[in-house]
T-cell receptor, first 112, second 115 residues
Framework: QKEVEQDPGPLSVPEGAIVSLNCTYS??????FMWYRQYSRKGPELLMY????GNKEDGRFTAQVDKSSKYISLFIRDSQPSDSATYLC????????????FGAGTRLAVHP | SQTIHQWPATLVQPVGSPLSLECTVE??????LYWYRQAAGRGLQLLFY??????ISSEVPQNLSASRPQDRQFILSSKKLLLSDSGFYLC??????????????FGNGTRLTVT
């Protein structure tokens, strides 16, 4: 079992839809999570990070953590074509030094 | 503000040739530095990380090596490339500190194709 699992998609939604992106993790240690957005042929861009159970909002984005279920989600409200990208979830790895373990990424397409 | 530069953006190399990818960070001191590789349709795999000049830790045994000759410079190398070395190589930095939960910030990567 991979330490961080993510549905690769692809996910296709109409503009304005609410998007839900999900990951599960297996190791309860170092529960510090991040979401990255990666456009084609570019490096990942940090969207949000959180370590608390519950929701964290930033504009149209909400990160949700359920530690009892080992489940993390990213919600995108009022999705736009510019949101079309691959979304990567990440969890801090053991051993310190801010190392991260990444999910495989979910490819999202928002069509006008 | 901090910026991270990687070059080249694209590289096509024959099997058996050497490799040198360079990454530099501006606007911060003594960062942690990382090399990740991303295969097509897969997540990012940590290859090396460094917490200081000359200090390199390898995560995965492979045909590659890394060096950190200066505080904000990180180099990924190979003496002889293999076909399996093809991929998208990403450099990243974070604030230093063993206990800190600092996010990683990535460069725009080098797409390496070994032919």
């Amino acid at each position: 079992q991979k330490e961080v699992e993510q549905d690769p998609g692809p996910l296709s939604v109409p503009e304005g839809a609410i998007v839900s992106l999900n990951c599960t993790y297996s190791n309860s240690a170092f529960q510090y999570f991040m979401w990255y957005r990666q456009y084609s042929r570019k490096g990942p861009e940090l969207l949000m990070y959180t370590y608390s159970s519950g929701n964290k909002e930033d504009g149209r984005f909400t990160a949700q953590v359920d530690k009892s279920s080992k489940y993390i989600s990213l919600f995108i409200r009022d999705s736009q074509p510019s949101d079309s990208a691959t979304y990567l979830c990440a969890k801090r790895a053991s051993g310190g030094y801010n190392k991260l373990i990444f999910g495989a990424g979910t490819r999202l397409a928002v069509h006008p | 503000s901090q910026t991270i530069h990687q070059w080249p953006a694209t590289l096509v190399q024959p099997v058996g040739s050497p490799l040198s990818l360079e990454c530099t960070v501006e606007g911060t001191s003594n960062p942690n530095l990382y090399w990740y590789r991303q295969a097509a349709g897969r997540g990012l795999q940590l290859l090396f990380y460094s917490v200081g000049i000359g200090q390199i830790s390898s995560e995965v045994p492979q045909n590659l090596s890394a060096s950190r000759p200066q505080d904000r410079q990180f180099i990924l190398s190979s003496k002889k490339l293999l076909l399996s070395d093809s991929g998208f190589y990403l450099c990243a930095w974070s604030v230093a500190g063993i206990g800190l939960n600092s996010p990683l910030h990535f460069g725009n990567g080098t797409r390496l194709t070994v032919t």
